[in-house]
């Protein structure tokens, strides 16, 4: 349980469904109801697709590139840092799309496949964090966990964007980016947390 709740809580602080429900909104605005629940849909279907693609592939691209996980966990969490710092600061994250893709997107017809599914859902950041959090599970109980974990992040992610303009007209704007802030501390956090055991975990390694 334990695991659940830590794998979740990373999960849920980096894909962050109440900030990314700003972008939604503002890219869905033109669609029908009925258009934008079927974005909604697509995108977060395909986000965790793209998630457990890289949850049962993680390992092998690490071995592959002779990449050990505590490197990855270093990396990971100054990329996570970076994030929790935009959005801390109440900013669109520049890990996962800039405010230029964003406009350029708005007459795309595809949309829940870039930027929404990726990289919005599904950046580097989240990428990052899934292969770490695999690679932490001691066995394969706790790697179904984190499978677990992508599935009800995604689930919650498709009931905000579902009802993502109810969630905007109640919350507003300013209590959507105090929500986001209070996710920022949170992943900031975390990312200490993810450098600090991947430092101690290679020192050790050299013993």
């Not at 033109?30 to 965790?48: F, G, I, W």
């Not at 499978?147 to 959507?176: D, E, N, P, Q």
Request: aromatic share 14%.
């Amino acid at each position: 349980m334990a695991f659940l709740i830590y794998a979740f809580s990373t999960l849920f602080a980096i894909v962050s469904p109440v900030g990314g429900v700003v972008t939604f909104v503002s890219l869905t605005s033109d669609m029908t109801r009925d258009e934008k629940n079927e974005v909604a849909t697509k995108s977060v279907v395909l986000a965790c697709i793209i998630a457990f693609i890289f949850a049962l592939t993680g390992k092998m691209i690490l071995n592959f590139f002779g990449i050990s996980i505590d490197s990855l966990r270093v990396a990971g969490g100054i990329l996570l840092f970076v994030v929790a710092f935009d959005m801390i600061l109440a900013k669109v994250s520049r890990e996962s799309i800039t405010e230029k893709e964003i406009d350029k997107s708005m007459d795309r017809s595809d949309i829940w496949i870039f930027p929404i599914a990726l990289p919005l859902l599904t950046g580097p950041g989240t990428i990052t964090t899934i292969i770490v959090l695999m690679g932490s599970a001691l066995s394969i109980f706790q790697n179904m966990i984190v499978m677990l974990a992508i599935i009800l992040t995604f689930a919650i992610t498709w009931v905000f964007f579902h009802f993502s303009r109810r969630i905007y007209k109640f919350l507003g704007y300013t209590g959507m980016l105090v929500f986001t802030r209070l996710m920022g501390l949170l992943l900031a956090a975390m990312a200490v947390n993810f450098v600090a055991v991947g430092i101690w975990n290679i020192y050790t390694s050299f013993q």
